[in-house]
């Protein structure tokens, strides 16, 4: 890797990671097995003592099969934030049902609980927040909102890994399910991976049931079941959403280490904090008091002062040796999105106006010391 570009994301490997991995090939088990359950079963224990973990191979697998396990379908509605990644509302889409595009609040770009009031109607049946960033969403005022609706939460928690509302790890509260993402780019990383956490052992048991073709047992199952080896039955027509081995050894090491790479990318963004102070920026809201911040992606905003506009910072950074990226480019802002629902940007209006502002800097456990005072002096280089 060139010293003279910094990537915007780069996942942390380590000599452990490389070994878990090579020791999981060696193994001869390189689809679901002993791993994937040693994999689920510490991370269920990391998010809280009686959830159960179901390891699948990507979040966008795990909200689909969450959704299919709550039985939304055809003709339910499911409250999504406009402010997150695409998958968040292709999986309401899978499963038959219509997702209903929220604004968001201006502090945090989470989802903003009162337009999301507004856009209840008696179709409503699910609530899909996300923890943008890795700040966690208010659990208490989640979970008011929906029990005063009747509503079955599901948290898209692809940010958010380790985090905690309230002093309750994410994954541990009220919802009926919550997911993780393991993409490249995210907290932790099994290169793609993801996880359903649930407290509701039939949601865990149809989520099983339905990550692997809609098979009785899964294959691993097969292999140490008092019944011939061979034998399985279908029981619904399910889908290919397992991880394999090779990939839960990856995410068992990084869990060993998800709280150091927290703790590192909580100092990266306190120095990006200090150091921007006094630039023309508004800096993300740190934890609220309590909770923990997972601290994914460090999401500035150029104040209408500055002297370039957003588009323009990004340019120069990345001529300076700098990557920076945006999130999110909201999903009424999406040709399928916008066109499939006639949205405009009136409806939502602050997600519309703070998505011509925001920039993500680069913020990952794997920056060296230099790299961190690079993108500082670059950006107060841009601004100043
Ligand atoms: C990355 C991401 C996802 C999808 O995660 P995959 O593991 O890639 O399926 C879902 N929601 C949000 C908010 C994300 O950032």
């Not at 002993?34 to 390891?55: I, K, M, N, S, W």
């Not at 337009?115 to 409503?124: E, Y």
């Not at 588009?311 to 990345?318: G, S």
Request: net charge negative; glycine share 8%; aromatic share 8%.
């Amino acid at each position: 890797m060139s010293d003279r570009f910094l990537p915007f994301a780069l996942p942390d490997i380590g000599p452990g990671e490389i070994d878990a991995v090579t020791s999981a090939l060696r193994s001869g088990w390189l689809s679901s097995g002993p791993l994937v359950q040693e994999f689920e079963r510490r991370f269920a224990r990391h998010c809280g003592a009686d959830v159960t973990a179901v390891a699948v191979n990507s979040a966008t697998a795990g909200l689909h099969l969450a959704l299919e396990a709550l039985g939304i379908g055809p003709g339910a509605e499911v409250l999504v934030p406009t402010w997150t990644f695409t998958a968040t509302a292709e999986v309401v889409v899978h499963v038959g049902a219509t997702p209903v595009l929220v604004d968001v609040e201006p502090e945090t770009l989470t989802i903003d609980l009162a337009d999301a009031a507004r856009k209840v109607t008696d179709r409503t049946a699910a609530v899909l927040p996300v923890h943008f960033a890795g700040r966690p969403v208010d659990a208490a005022a989640l979970a008011g909102f929906a029990h005063a609706h009747g509503l079955v939460v599901v948290e898209d928690a692809a940010h958010a890994f380790p985090a905690a509302s309230a002093g309750v790890p994410i994954g541990a509260g009220a919802s009926a399910a919550t997911v993780f993402s393991f993409y490249a780019t995210k907290t932790i990383t099994t290169g793609d991976g993801g996880m359903l956490v649930t407290r509701n052992p039939e949601l865990a048991r149809r989520a099983r049931v339905m990550r692997l073709h809609g098979f009785d047992r899964d294959g691993f199952d097969r292999y140490r079941s008092p019944r011939p080896a061979w034998h399985y039955d279908v029981v619904d027509a399910g889908y290919k959403y397992n991880l394999t081995d090779p990939a839960a050894a990856l995410g068992l090491a990084q869990l060993d280490r998800a709280e150091t790479m927290r703790r590192r990318r909580e100092e990266i963004a306190g120095h990006y904090r200090e150091a921007f102070a006094s630039l023309p920026l508004d800096l993300p809201l740190p934890a609220a008091d309590g909770d923990q911040h997972a601290w994914h992606l460090f999401v500035a905003r150029l104040r209408p002062g500055a002297p370039v506009g957003r588009d323009e910072f990004i340019a120069e950074l990345a001529h300076l040796g700098v990557a920076c990226s945006v999130h999110f480019i909201p999903l009424h802002r999406h040709t399928h999105w916008r066109t499939r629902y006639w949205l405009t940007d009136e409806m939502f209006p602050v997600a519309s106006r703070e998505f011509e502002r925001v920039v993500s800097l680069p913020l990952y456990s794997a920056m060296t010391d230099e790299q961190v005072t690079l993108v500082i002096r670059t950006v107060q280089k841009v601004l100043q």
